[in-house]
Nanobody
Framework: QVQLVESGGGLVQAGGSLRLSCAAS????????MGWFRQAPGKERDIVAA????????YYADSVKGRFTISRDNARNTVYLQMNSLKPEDTAVYYC?????????????????WGQGTQVTVSS
């Protein structure tokens, strides 16, 4: 079983930045594909970004391309989401997800493990 704990959410002004972290409790973190999802009230839980087990391949939702960066530090069992140029529409609960495997996974159905989520609120 994989335990995921997100942190780093908060309230920021539009145009500001936040860095989310996801700490994973697994034996072989480098063997897991990781993703960030977000869910706003009344909305679906949608992909934000994903990364393969080495960090060599990434995926970004169109809405965050050029603004968000996903990265991982396998030595620390941690995945990050650097969020820049934040917009009010980025407001959501952000979730970390994991699945054993080597490739980038881009839908929520492909992930087995989920964190509790961290709230990100962007004000104008």
């Amino acid at each position: 079983q994989v335990q995921l704990v997100e942190s780093g959410g908060g309230l920021v002004q539009a145009g500001g930045s936040l860095r989310l972290s996801c700490a994973a409790s697994v034996r072989t973190f480098s063997s897991y594909a990781m993703g960030w999802f977000r869910q706003a009230p009344g909305k679906e839980r949608d992909i934000v970004a994903a990364i393969n087990w080495t960090g060599g391949r990434t995926y970004y939702a169109d809405s965050v391309k050029g603004r968000f960066t996903i990265s991982r530090d396998n030595a620390r069992n941690t995945v990050y989401l650097q969020m820049n140029s934040l917009k009010p529409e980025d407001t959501a609960v952000y979730y970390c997800a994991a699945r054993f495997g080597t490739v980038v996974l881009t839908t929520r159905y492909e992930y087995d493990y989920w964190g509790q989520g961290t709230q990100v609120t962007v004000s104008s």
